[in-house]
């Protein structure tokens, strides 16, 4: 442990860290130190750093501050402090380190894949190609390339992922298949979306299905210009945004050309009262969820929110591998945490919601904002209000482009080919955007 009466930080920003955990507040400490860490004295930080690993029993981490902390220079300590923050989810302070350890050592191949890590799980996919274009002449194939590859699309540079895709030669490893092929099917549903699509910084729609196969059926009327580009920060839920929702699961399956035979019901609440109203909506009878059954429509409120109910995680897996003709429906996804798998079809997306049936805030007799009561009628209830509802989309602020159903059908219609042949796992971004991530 870091004696704290000879080893203080000096600046201001850290020694207010420093007396979060005189507290013991890990959390508030590491949030102050985040937003800055990219100008905030590395040997400084590692005492911050090291003492709240310390703290958190993460014995890796607090060895590895020690020592950056003793010589902040050295470039071996450099990495090592880096890996270890990688290692315990802390990327924005890995940065900082493993860019100075790969100007101390340009080219060594572990430090720059450490730092292109750090800066995937950060989504700073432009930065990361930075570095993996400076070092070109000293990239392998597999994986330093295919990393450039991944990150040209995640960043939205389309021409620079297609040059450097053309230039990966055959697989020798079977190990590398897997990622290969996925990132084959990246460039071909970008293929399929550009002539519809401009899969420019403002695309939404484009990037969700270029990079997880999803078709995304709705747009925040909020926040576009402020960087939202069509996601949700805080959604309070309505009923008639879950029919629109419905309603564009419709015409997405008409113009793709799917016809499914039922809607499977998913055991969650939130997902059995959605699932019910899909039911209606699509005309189809609802049956409790069977893996492995052909031709349905699976439908989920919240695919986070499956993840925490008896018998989720299960399903979830389930999921994974889906059956002929069985589409995944998810209403509200999290685009800030994303579910364990990605959906096929998503209405909206979102950093926090409640659904129209959970404790809303609503005002009070005196005009303050409280928490009301969740409606605890039977699903088959709401349900039946879900259908009766206005799907009339809210006005918003008047700068989200309009988003017409013809032109909607239209993205389906082009992309229906590469439709239903996405990757299953998490999708760790939701395009190429600005991410306002408001508190």
């Given amino acids: 442990m870091f004696s704290r009466k000879n080893h203080r930080p000096k600046s201001a920003d850290l020694l207010k860290a420093w007396e979060c955990l005189d507290a013991g507040d890990i959390p508030g400490a590491l949030r102050l130190v985040k937003p800055g860490a990219g100008t905030l004295p590395l040997g400084e930080t590692a005492l911050v750093v090291g003492r709240a690993a310390g703290m958190a029993g993460f014995d890796d981490l607090r060895k590895a ?13 450099l990495y090592d402090y880096g890996y270890a923050c990688v290692e315990r989810g802390l990327s924005s302070l890995a940065i900082p380190a493993l860019r100075e350890a790969l100007l101390a050592n340009p080219g060594t191949p572990a430090v720059m894949r450490e730092l292109v890590s750090a800066y995937e799980r950060e989504g700073r996919h432009g930065e990361a190609v930075e570095v993996l274009a400076r070092h070109e002449a000293d990239l392998a194939h597999w994986p330093d390339r295919y990393l450039l590859v991944h ?14 895709h053309a230039l990966l030669p055959d697989l020798t490893d079977p190990r590398w298949v897997p990622t290969r092929d996925r990132q084959r099917r990246m460039l071909e549903r970008a293929a399929s979306a550009e002539p519809v699509s401009p899969l420019d910084a403002t695309d939404l729609r484009g990037w969700q299905f270029v990079i997880g196969g999803t078709v995304l059926g709705t747009l925040s009327p909020f926040g576009f210009g402020a960087g939202m580009t069509g996601r949700y920060a805080w959604l309070q839920d309505t009923y008639g945004q879950c029919l629109e929702g419905l309603l564009r699961l419709r015409a997405l399956l008409d113009a793709a050309g799917e016809r499914p035979r039922s809607v499977s019901l998913l055991p969650d609440r939130d997902s059995r009262i959605l699932g019910l109203a899909a039911a209606e ?78 404790e809303q805030l609503r005002a009070g007799e005196d005009g303050t904002p409280e928490r009301g009561p969740a409606d605890d009628r039977p699903a088959e209830r709401i349900a039946a209000e879900i ?21 909607f059908t239209g993205f389906v219609s082009a992309v229906q080919g590469s439709w239903l042949r996405g990757d299953r796992a998490r999708l760790i971004s939701s395009g190429p955007v600005p991410s306002a991530r408001f508190a």
């Fill in 65 to 77: 501050a020690a020592a950056l902390a003793a010589d902040p220079g050295k470039g071996q300590a």
């Fill in 151 to 164: 990150n040209a699309i995640m960043a939205g540079d389309l021409p620079l992922a297609r040059r450097q």
């Fill in 281 to 358: 909506v699509l005309g189809l009878p609802a049956e409790p969820f069977a893996p492995g059954r052909e031709d349905t429509v699976v439908v989920a409120y919240d695919l986070n929110v499956l993840a925490e109910a008896d018998g989720g995680p299960e399903i979830l897996g389930q999921l994974f591998d889906r059956a002929p003709g069985q589409v995944l429906h998810e209403h509200a996804s999290d685009w800030t945490d994303a579910p364990v798998i990605t959906a096929d079809s998503v209405t909206l997306l979102h950093q926090s919601v409640v659904a129209p049936w959970g």
């Fill in 387 to 407: 259908v009766g509802a206005d799907p009339s989309p809210a006005e918003g602020d008047g700068e989200t482009p309009a988003d017409p159903l013809g032109a």
